[in-house]
């Protein structure tokens, strides 16, 4: 009885150190460590770690041994917080800031494009990484009457 007690109290232990081990680098903004590399750049691989971790626990649960892990992991996988930083509606008499950010690759990107975004959206603020001069001129030109200050810098 007493082996049977130790395995159980063994198989919880290593169940929930691999609960752990599994929901840091999904969800280190629970830990505190959502600013700590690796850790905030794992979270943009959190769907497929999420779908990951069904598998591997689906997996599990047909092995004996496993079955508390596997639970434990199918569970993290289905509950997880859809919106951890779920954002409530602004008070009253406040202003949202609205931000487009559209990264243009150089001159790559369709401009009649990132104009329709920009059009849709009306945000405050347009940000676009890798535009020269030109890029942003023809994306102005299709705005329609919306204007935006540009500026470019180049090194």
């Given at each position: ?9 063994r ?35 959190r ?10 626990g689906?997996v599990?649960?047909?092995r ?6 596997a ?19 602004p008070p009253?008499?406040t202003?949202?800031l ?13 401009a ?14 347009v ?15 299709h ?7 540009g500026?470019t810098?180049?090194?």
């Amino acid at each position: 009885m007493d082996n049977e007690r130790a395995c159980l109290v063994r198989r919880v232990v290593l169940s929930v150190l691999i609960l752990l081990i599994v929901a840091v680098p999904l969800y280190p903004e629970l830990f505190g460590l959502d600013e700590v590399t690796p850790f905030a750049q794992l979270v943009a691989f959190r769907p497929q770690g999420l779908i990951l971790v069904l598998l591997l626990g689906l997996v599990m649960l047909v092995r004996r041994g496993w079955r508390i892990a596997a639970a434990l992991a199918v569970v993290l996988a289905l509950t997880a917080p859809r919106e951890l930083s779920a954002s409530d509606p602004p008070p009253a008499g406040t202003w949202q800031l609205t931000i487009v950010v559209a990264n243009v690759l150089g001159g790559g990107a369709d401009a009649g494009a990132v104009a329709t975004v920009i059009q849709e959206r009306k945000p405050d603020l347009v940000s676009l990484p890798e535009a020269q001069v030109d890029i942003r001129e023809e994306i102005n030109a299709h705005l329609k009457g919306l204007v935006y200050n540009g500026y470019t810098q180049q090194d």
